[in-house]
């Protein structure tokens, strides 16, 4: 059981490029989230998914989108990359929406 | 808006000594989850602790301790016998009523001295 893993682990991009984070999560769960973490900040919602072919909108969604094609892939799309996004990004899932948060090993993308 | 307030930006402890991180809230919810999350400088979200707003009795996992006071809206962590392991930050979180997302503090780091 690997839970919630994420690829890659690091990356740079430069301004203006394009990318895919990826999340897999062999849990069977239902939601999945993507937060983004800014140095010495908590989290911040970008996405979730409460399950395939269902996405909405967190509090800080601009310049980003998603897909859930399947239960287990919950993939982030960065268009045109900007150094405002610059930061730690973290998948999560969980059963239901009550139900614990578990979180993916992050991934952590420089644009410069 | 839901709001998540942690005090502490630093803590230092000695070893085995017990340790209390402060999370206060602000919400209108009745119906709420409150959560501890352990970040190691691994950066890693490591779940810790769930107390839900209707448990009557506080939360507990293993050395982790959650001293609910919901008139207070505070949600403390306490961890007893500290362990050098233990050193990392620290955030508390928060599921709104309905909501899909958590709400999170700004962290506390915790350092402990051997």
């Known amino acids: 059981n690997a839970g919630v893993t994420q690829t890659p682990k690091f990356r740079i991009l430069k301004i203006g490029q394009s990318m895919t984070l990826q999340c897999t999560q062999d849990?069977?769960?239902?939601?999945m989230y993507w937060y983004r973490q800014d140095p010495g900040m908590g989290l911040k919602l970008i996405y979730y998914?409460?399950?395939?072919?269902?996405?909405d909108k967190g509090e800080v969604p601009n310049g980003y989108n998603v897909s859930r094609s399947t239960t287990e892939d919950f993939p982030l799309r960065l268009e045109l990359a900007a150094p405002s996004q610059t930061s730690v990004y973290f998948c999560?899932?969980?059963?239901?929406?009550?139900?614990?948060?578990?979180f993916g090993p992050g991934t952590r993308l420089t644009v410069l | 808006a839901q709001k998540i307030t942690q005090t502490q930006p630093g803590m230092f402890v000695q070893e085995k000594e017990a340790v209390t991180l402060d999370c206060t809230y602000d919400?209108?919810?009745?119906?709420?989850?409150l959560f501890w999350y352990k970040q190691p400088s691994s950066g890693e979200m490591i779940f810790l602790i769930y107390?839900?707003?209707?448990?009557?009795q506080n939360a507990t996992e293993g050395r982790y301790s959650l001293n609910f006071q919901k008139a207070r809206k505070s949600a403390n962590l306490v961890i007893s016998a500290s362990q050098l392991g233990d050193s990392a930050m620290y955030f508390c979180?928060?599921?709104?009523?309905?909501?899909?997302?958590?709400?999170f503090g700004q962290g506390t780091r915790l350092t402990i001295n051997p």
């Open positions: 849990m069977n769960h239902n939601y």
């Open positions: 998914s409460v399950g395939a072919g269902i996405t």
């Open positions: 919400t209108s919810d009745q119906s709420y989850g």
């Open positions: 979180a928060m599921r709104p009523q309905g909501a899909q997302k958590l709400v």
């Open positions: 107390q839900g707003s209707y448990d009557e």
């Open positions: 999560a899932s969980s059963y239901l929406a009550r139900d614990t948060q578990y």
